[in-house]
């Protein structure tokens, strides 16, 4: 598995440095960090193959993953 796509530097390139911040100084953002990290690599083995879900259960994934990415973007913003 070499590139995994929706890594958060990838979906805020210009907040690195931010996202970076807010995980050393925000426990809450820095468990939303890592639960996006985490699904992500959950949604982007089920997109691959490599473990194999249901087409309900990518999805709900997806879902997830996208409010996941919503509420981080929203405490970006206001950081």
């Known amino acids: 598995m070499s590139n995994t796509p929706h890594e958060l530097a990838e979906e805020f390139p210009g907040l690195v440095e ?5 995980k050393t100084a925000n426990a809450h953002f820095a ?9 992500n690599r ?4 089920a997109e691959t193959n490599v473990e194999p879900v249901d087409g309900m ?21 206001d950081a």
């Open 18 to 22: 931010k996202i970076h911040e807010l």
């Open 31 to 39: 468990r939303l960090a890592d639960e996006y990290h985490d699904l």
């Open 42 to 45: 959950q949604v982007h083995r």
């Open 57 to 77: 259960t990518e999805t709900l994934m997806r879902k997830k993953r996208a409010a996941l990415k919503d509420e981080i973007a929203k405490m970006l913003a």
